[in-house]
């Protein structure tokens, strides 16, 4: 009887998990706008690890061209972390055999 093991199927998932948590960990994206103006690096927990601000930017003054730009940065930053996590977690779900996936 080659049944349904719902207890093997909850293992393999708990231990795809546990690789989906250490792979969001360790992926770091990058993301920048306004030519490089303003760059961001995000994990793949959508945690901002860091900011660059091209100099010349502050220079200018123009505190809302450089907020606008920081924002279109953080969600590119964003749109590159769900691609990522979308791409790890199709072959993880794809691997437990579940039908349909």
Known sequence: MGGFNLQELMSQAKRQYEVLQKKMQETVVEASS???????KMDGRKQLLNITIDP???KSGDVE?????????????????????QS????????LGIPGL
Do not use: P, W, Y
């Open 34 to 40: 306004g030519g490089g103006t303003v760059t961001v």
């Open 65 to 85: 061209m450089l907020q606008d730009l920081v924002t279109a940065a953080v969600n590119e930053a964003v749109r590159k972390v769900d691609n990522a996590m």
């Open 56 to 58: 010349e930017a502050v």
């Open 88 to 95: 790890t977690m199709g072959g993880m779900l794809g691997g």
